[in-house]
């Protein structure tokens, strides 16, 4: 294991930004990241999933520690349930296609979703109908201070929409070492309802869909909407859809009769971020090169040079507006580092 200094992150973080760490080290297994948490018990440190998640606006000045653990396997199986681990350095859409393979069920609707295996619990990422939390069993973390492992069950995670304990009371705590998931062998549980999935479906001609067929929609509808890092750097959605109440929404809604909504309960309604953005006439702009993707007005890119403090500026100008329009504040969902 080599500890790296003045390293640069452009190729560790999707928005592609430019970015150097002061230190950094890749954790290939447990042990090799027990020793490096052991070795440098008074560093500060900073751990790096898959970089999906995350815009960085200055250079990191500390041990930045990659999780690169590898390795899946089924763990346990009955008639009808088979249990799978993942460790948290695999690629997470690989994983999917690897468990979709072998014909179970739970996963598909989250097909292509960037980012690794370890840092889905953190904020329950979900997609078309399908949140992680229905699948998850329970994750292992070591615990930074200590190198103790320790398993949190489903509801220790404490998970919520974008939410979980790892964003709140075990925040920089631990480190995320692999994941165990409860997937069907038989009778899956095709969720079609989220309406884009099943009109990709119908321009498919499927009409009784199978695991991958569904996945298959979901990709198709995806790279429709939402560019690939790979060409295009983004970090997913930039911002969470806002949860307002009733209240307010019947107000805006109004004005807008035409804008989709969510009943969460009686008091609260959930309305799309990216309907509010591109009504406010972001979509698609683009300022320097930092912009708002026009395909999906939720996503912030960057065009090939820009720093993250730009990125940053046009959410801030972006938050703003939505808040003098509507009157809604929005909330970033990935971490501003
Ligand atoms: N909409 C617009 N303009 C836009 C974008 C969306 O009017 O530019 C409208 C759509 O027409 C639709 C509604 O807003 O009526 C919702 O849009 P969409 O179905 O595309 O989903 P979303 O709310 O924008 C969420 C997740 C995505 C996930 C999709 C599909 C959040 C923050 N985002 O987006 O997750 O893929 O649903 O389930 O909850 C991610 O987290 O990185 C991500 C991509």
Not at 13 to 18: C, K
Not at 228 to 249: H, Q, R, T
Not at 317 to 332: S, V
Request: one cysteine or more; hydrophobic letters at 40%; glycine letters at 8%.
């Amino acid at each position: 294991m080599t500890i790296h200094s003045n390293f640069s992150l452009k190729k560790y973080n999707t928005f592609g930004i430019e970015a150097k760490a002061r230190q950094f080290v890749a954790a290939h297994s447990v042990d090799e990241l027990k020793t490096i948490l052991h070795e440098n018990k008074t560093e500060t440190k900073f751990i790096l999933g898959g970089g999906s998640n995350m815009l960085l606006t200055k250079n990191i000045d500390a041990l930045v520690i990659h999780i690169d653990l590898k390795g899946k396997k089924i763990i346990k199986e009955d008639d009808d349930f088979v249990w799978v681990k993942s460790m948290a350095g695999e690629n997470w859409h690989e994983f999917v296609l690897w468990t979709i393979d072998q014909n179970l069920g739970g996963l598909e609707n989250m097909s292509l979703i960037p980012g690794n295996v370890g840092t889905t619990p953190v904020q329950n990422i979900g997609a078309y109908g399908t949140e992680i939390k229905d699948t998850f069993v329970s994750c292992e973390a070591m615990t930074i201070a200590t190198q103790e492992m320790k398993t949190f069950s489903k509801e220790d995670c404490h998970f919520g929409y974008r939410e979980s304990v790892f964003k709140h009371e075990a925040k920089n705590q631990f480190i995320i070492t692999s994941v165990v998931f409860k997937l069907t062998k038989r009778n899956h549980k095709i969720n079609i309802s989220y309406g884009d999935i099943t009109k990709e479906l119908e321009k498919q001609n499927v009409i009784t869909p199978t695991l991958k067929d569904v996945s298959n929609a979901v990709i198709a509808i995806r790279q429709s909407k939402l560019p690939d890092p790979k060409e295009l750097g983004n970090s997913g959605s930039f911002f969470k859809n806002p949860i307002i109440s009733k209240v307010a929404f019947e107000k805006i809604h109004a004005l807008h009769p035409e804008m989709p909504h969510y009943v969460i309960s009686e008091t609260e309604v959930k309305v799309p971020a990216g309907w509010l953005i591109e009504k406010a006439g972001f979509k698609g702009k683009r300022f320097g090169d930092a912009g708002i993707h026009k395909n999906q007005a939720l996503v912030l890119v960057n065009y090939g040079k820009a720093t993250g403090q730009e990125i940053l500026n046009v959410s801030k100008d972006i938050q703003a507006t939505i808040l003098k329009e509507f009157g809604i504040a929005i909330e970033a969902e990935v971490n501003v580092i």
